[in-house]
């Protein structure tokens, strides 16, 4: 008896048809996995050029970083650990005609706070600090504080008080080596011993304001200038020519080393004609007279 064989599949018999069906079906899948056109050459020549641009693009940037602008950036970051101080120079003596000074320069001292580096400190040792300042210069702490967070403050430097005393800075200076942040800052000031019978005559200096500044820009922030008088006239005469220091400080704000001092170059001294103690009787004179 003739035996009959079967594909088994999904428990039915698979005809020929089926055979014949699913190998087209493969077929066209096959076709279906290929790319149907070919890109042009003129697309791969205009992502060719697309890329090579943007190539250029960075390699020029890269070249503008290092060279156009490395000096920049280099002096950008010494600026975080040089600083340089400038050192006024001391106005020249104004003589009577026999070299009498009628104007005397004499040393002061200003107690300066630098924010950044006063704020490195401890949140204890910050306390500490203001609580000793304000003892010292008979400053409110709050007054200080409140001055602290002000955003206006030039350069983040904040001088507490001019003018101190002797006793003060001496104070000071026994506690200032455990303050970070806090300085003493030398300068010179104007002193008018004859201020009554000269004034008229001599005028007076005061501080470089934000305009002057402006309209010129060789002046220090802490320069002084004439304002009135001979102090005003023979301005460009009497004031000498500013030094510096530069220093290298830590990341704390912190002097490590001295790099460079330059001192300063006193002013010209002016001699007149006028005689003091004849110019003061005179005064004396005429202000009796008026007085009665």
Request: charged content about 35%; glycine content about 4%.
């Amino acid at each position: 008896m003739e035996k009959k064989y079967y594909i088994k599949n999904n428990s039915h018999s698979l005809e020929a048809e089926e055979v014949f069906l699913d190998a087209k079906a493969l077929e066209s899948l096959e076709e279906k996995g290929k790319l149907e056109k070919k890109i042009s050459r003129k697309k791969f020549s205009i992502l060719y050029i697309i890329m090579l641009l943007g190539f250029v693009f960075l390699l020029l940037r890269v070249g503008q970083l290092q060279i156009v602008k490395g000096e920049y950036y280099k002096k950008l970051a010494i600026g975080n650990i040089i600083r340089e101080y400038p050192i006024c120079a001391p106005r020249g003596i104004i003589y009577d005609r026999n070299k009498t000074p009628l104007v005397y320069n004499v040393v002061d001292f200003s107690l300066v706070l630098d924010k950044d580096s006063f704020l490195s400190n401890s949140k204890e040792k910050r306390e500490e600090i203001l609580e000793q300042l304000s003892s010292i210069i008979k400053k409110p702490k709050d007054e200080i504080i409140a001055t602290l967070e002000n955003k206006k403050l030039e350069n983040n430097i904040l001088v507490l008080k001019d003018n101190l005393k002797k006793e003060q800075v001496l104070i000071i200076q026994s506690y200032i080596k455990n303050w970070n942040g806090v300085y003493l800052k030398k300068k010179i000031k104007r002193d008018y011993q004859f201020s009554p019978y000269f004034s008229h005559i001599l005028g007076y200096v005061s501080k470089v304001s934000k305009k002057d500044l402006e309209d010129n820009p060789s002046y220090n922030p802490e320069d002084y200038i004439g304002r009135t008088g001979l102090e005003l006239f023979y301005d460009k005469w009497l004031r000498g020519k500013n030094g510096k220091e530069i220093m290298e400080v830590n990341s704390v704000g912190k002097i490590v080393k001295k790099l460079k001092h330059e001192e300063p170059i006193p002013g010209n001294s002016l001699i007149l004609n006028i005689d003091k103690d004849l110019q003061i009787k005179l005064y004396d004179s005429l202000k009796k007279y008026a007085d009665k």
